[in-house]
């Protein structure tokens, strides 16, 4: 155990349990490939837990994961020796079975939403994904990242400008 880390509390595992959809889902949506997912999710609670003593109580507990998340997404792209890969759909819980059309045109609304999701800026990407896909408000958005209020309004509206020229570009190529 490092110097001034406390042990893994039942405290600690609780909020792993309770919240590892969340960043497995969060990570999935930052553009993280499946078979990176696990490392990546629990690369997201080590950092987490060795940074515990930064987070406020006093603020959501879900915004500081996002970020936290969020940072680790990045910090695995940069990375030299990793390339980009194309994710594939998510398994979906089977509750109805949907028709072979049905399923289909889903398929391809999520691979497209996630191309255009992947077209995004690191930056504007996390706000836009916190904001439009998880529905943190911008003031969670803000405190979470540790940027000014009006930057999260900024990068907001600019990446819902960039999703929807990234769009329009797709939808131009489509044949008639």
Known sequence: MAP??????????????????YVWNALRRLGVARGEL??????TFLRA???HASFDPSRPLRPWLFAIAARTAVDFRRAARHGREVLEAAPDAAHEVPGADED???AQQRRLLRELIDGLDDDRRAVFVMHECLGHTAVEIAQALDIPMNT?????????ADFKALLAKRLEAVPP
Not at 5 to 13: E, I, L, M, V
Not at 38 to 43: F, G, I, R, S, V
Request: glycine content about 6%; overall charge positive.
């Open 38 to 43: 696990e490392d990546l999710t629990q690369e």
């Open 4 to 21: 001034g880390q406390p042990p893994a509390s039942p405290d600690f595992q609780a909020l792993y349990r309770a919240h590892v959809g």
């Open 152 to 160: 999260a309004y900024s990068r907001l509206r600019l990446a819902r």
């Open 49 to 51: 837990f060795r940074n």
């Open 104 to 106: 289909l045109a889903a």
